[in-house]
């Protein structure tokens, strides 16, 4: 008998996306993707502004959830509505079987460029246009990571800058890999290896897929089942961690930073709330390393930050 998944489709206003996802990703969700409805567009065709709702899709395994657990987040998405003056978010849910799931990406997921160099596509589309940008073909399936998120577009977009010179001579540790997003789009700017980790043995499972679907040499990306912990052992000085996941276990993670880098090393973060980001910022420099930058989009914001000897 397959594994049965938990499908959770949220319908909010615009304003409470990025809180939305926030609360589905502290849930235990996984593969989120969202869809912009426009309302009442036959009603008011001459309208300049156009009422618009967000629909975000996610899912969490059957075995990890109850339906208690299902009523009490929505209940904390009433919550949340209330204290932002919104209205509150319709979420509805149902069971699928693991095959289904993938298939379900199919309507809410389509191509879309990220920053100045990437263009994303889904497995099942086929690219129609020759383009300069550099392609990156995912299946998500049930894993975070295809590019709609604001945290994965200020990873890769800092991807960009990092990598823009002596990209071929760097070695990197993509922590919280997911779908591999991160690591595929080093690669493709020109890193010499990346060694991708994550907790979660679907998400590595879903990065080597993609590792194959974009053809890339094994020797280029290494994944491991694990954290940290996993690229302690493998004794590799790293000249640059990824690191896009919740800002709790970034604050756990930081302190060992030092036993995998050297002097000259730096790190994008992400997955990190605005609200969040003094506390990230305290840990960063009492760690000893210095905050290069903050970039922000809408309620989220990624760190690029080095070690403060250099």
């Known amino acids: ?92 849910w149902q069971l699928i079987d693991e095959e289904d799931w993938a298939s379900s990406w199919k309507d809410y997921w389509k191509p879309m460029e990220i920053g100045d160099r990437f263009l994303i596509y889904p497995a099942w589309e086929t690219p129609t246009e020759e383009s300069d940008k550099l392609l990156l073909r995912l299946d998500p399936g049930a894993a975070f990571g295809t590019g709609t998120h604001p945290t994965t577009q200020l990873c890769l977009e800092s991807l960009e800058m990092r990598l823009s010179e002596n990209a071929e001579n760097q070695t990197l540790a993509d922590i919280g890999c997911g779908s591999g997003i991160l690591s595929l789009g080093s690669v493709l700017l020109g890193a010499k290896k990346v060694y991708a980790v994550d907790t979660d043995a679907l998400a590595t499972k879903t990065c080597r897929s993609n590792c194959q679907l974009n053809q890339v040499n094994r020797d280029s990306i290494v994944v491991r089942d694990g954290s940290i912990e996993k690229l302690i052992e493998e004794k590799v000085t790293f000249d640059g961690i990824i690191c896009n996941i919740l800002a709790d276990i970034i604050v756990e993670l930081i302190p060992e930073f030092n036993q995998i880098t050297h002097p000259k090393s730096w790190a994008i973060l992400s997955g990190i709330l605005l609200t969040q980001a003094d506390q990230i910022a305290d840990v960063v420099e009492h760690q000893g390393w210095t905050v290069a930058a903050l970039w922000k989009r809408k309620d989220w914001c990624c760190f690029n930050i080095r070690r403060s000897e250099y």
Do not use: H
């Open 1 to 92: 008998m397959s594994n049965r998944w938990w499908e959770i489709v949220v319908k909010c206003e615009p304003v409470l996306e990025e809180s939305v996802f926030w609360r589905l990703e502290k849930f235990g969700c996984s593969g989120t993707a969202t869809e912009v409805k426009v309302l009442d567009q036959e009603q008011n065709p001459e309208s300049e502004v156009q009422d618009k709702q967000i629909l975000i899709k996610t899912y969490i395994p059957e075995i990890d959830t109850q339906l208690l657990d299902l009523a009490a987040l929505s209940l904390w998405l009433e919550q949340d509505a209330k204290l932002l003056e919104v209205s509150v978010p319709e979420a509805q």
